[in-house]
């Protein structure tokens, strides 16, 4: 390290996980699945036999192996199972497309109408106004649909790279995307292997968003800081940035 550099370089980049940091992904999740069993119910009632059944756990290993290369695109996936359920429900292969497609597109409705955190939004709007922000993401949430799009410079998810946190290529994707230096930016996010280790494993700084108040001991993912709620952000963000603490 330069002597001259400075311990804790300004911020110019905050990268956001999305699920579990700024919603409740299960719950989230469970709702979506409930609105697209209820859409099969009513018009593809056999394909859901086959989707509600223990058959699924045969066909979605039959899609992963058949699609290797989009194991990391969680909305091709889900399309694909649906349509091989509906294959098996004796539907023509354009019926089976045209079902998978409406149906997925039920649960992307629910998968966007998430489980906010408190002050998920007065946080991002407070953080928008004093840093670039952009979502880092191994899901398939959209910014733009779940409404909170315009606090985001931009996203980077795993479908785009091909890869999932905590591979560096998600890290070095963002960076590249905003076009700021690992040192200058600072990731945020609940899961101490795919957010914190590899973010710090990037060169970036690291904020352990924290909401069960977990204790922990590992070295290895050791957080720059934590916080236990949304609305802490601003502050915690604030102690890390030499251009707001000198
Ligand atoms: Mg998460």
Same mark, same amino acid.
């Given at each position: +390290?330069?002597?001259?550099?400075? &311990?804790? $370089?300004? #911020? ?11 919603? /409740? %992904?299960?719950?989230? #999740? @469970? ?8 859409? +099969?119910?009513?018009?593809? $009632?056999?394909?859901?036999? #086959? ?6 756990? /045969? #066909? ?32 023509? $292969? ?11 597109? %039920? ?10 955190? $408190?002050?998920?939004? @007065? ?42 946190? &905590? *591979?560096?290529? +998600? ?24 957010? %914190? ?6 060169? +970036? ?12 001991? *590992?070295? *290895?993912?050791? &957080? ?9 952000? &601003? ?5 890390? *940035? ?5």
């Amino acid at each position: +390290m330069n002597k001259l550099q400075k &311990p804790n $370089p300004s #911020i110019d980049l905050v990268t956001f996980d999305l699920d579990n940091t700024l919603w /409740d %992904v299960m719950q989230t #999740i @469970t709702a979506a699945e409930k609105l697209l069993r209820g859409w +099969m119910a009513e018009h593809t $009632p056999a394909a859901l036999g #086959i989707y509600a059944s223990e058959r699924v756990g /045969d #066909i979605r290993e039959q899609v992963l192996k058949t699609h290797d290369d989009k194991r990391h695109d969680l909305s091709f996936l889900r399309i694909a199972v649906l349509r091989q359920c509906m294959l098996a429900a004796d539907m023509s $292969p354009a019926d089976a497309d045209e079902n998978a497609k409406q149906a997925f597109a %039920v649960f992307f409705a629910g998968r966007n109408d998430v489980a906010f955190y $408190p002050n998920a939004i @007065t946080t991002l709007e407070t953080l928008s106004q004093q840093y670039a922000l952009y979502a880092l993401t191994n899901g398939n949430a959209d910014v733009e649909r779940v409404g909170i799009g315009r606090f985001f410079s931009g996203a980077v998810s795993s479908a785009d790279v091909g890869a999932s946190k &905590p *591979d560096q290529q +998600m890290f070095t994707t963002v960076l590249a995307k905003a076009g700021v230096s690992a040192d200058r930016a600072v990731h945020i996010g609940d899961h101490l292997s795919d957010d %914190v280790f590899g973010a710090n494993r990037a060169g +970036m700084r690291s904020i352990w968003f924290n909401y069960e108040g977990q204790a922990t001991n *590992d070295t *290895d993912h050791k &957080p720059t800081a934590q916080a236990y709620a949304l609305a802490e952000l &601003p502050a915690v963000l604030a102690s890390l *940035d030499a251009a707001r603490t000198r």
